[in-house]
């Protein structure tokens, strides 16, 4: 009777493919089409900016591309490091606000407001 259980899940997960039949995924870069990126000036690349985290915390985009934060709830703010990098985020609690990024290089992103909360926008 013990064995039942055990040959009925295992059924189920032969009918469903296993564990991760379908189509291959890649890791998130950051932007929404990693296969085929924004064309250059696009804004294929989303930052979450809730809680105390940036979601993601690194996006690898192409030179001339821009890539937007969406503020939902707490005031953040956003500094760039790096020589070339765009205008820094004035302290924002809503709505989204988008920076090209025009130089080549790695790019740091701070919000001083809350320890720890770093990221990185890499650009090809």
Known sequence: MRALPVLVAAAILAACGGGGGGSPTSPSTGNNNPG??????????????A????????????????????????????????????????????????RTFNTRGTFSMTCTLHAGMTGTITVQ
Do not use: C, M, Y
């Not at 085929?36 to 900016?49: F, K, L, R």
């Not at 940036?54 to 937007?68: A, L, R, Y």
């Not at 765009?86 to 988008?98: R, Y």
């Open 51 to 98: 809680g105390t985290v940036f979601d993601p915390s690194s996006v690898t985009i192409s030179q001339g591309q821009s890539v937007t934060w969406v503020f939902a709830g707490i005031t953040h703010n956003v500094l760039f490091g790096g020589t070339g990098a765009p205008a820094n985020i004035p302290e924002t609690s809503t709505g989204t606000v988008s």
């Open 36 to 49: 085929n990126p924004a064309p250059s000036g696009g804004s294929g690349n989303t930052i979450s900016v």
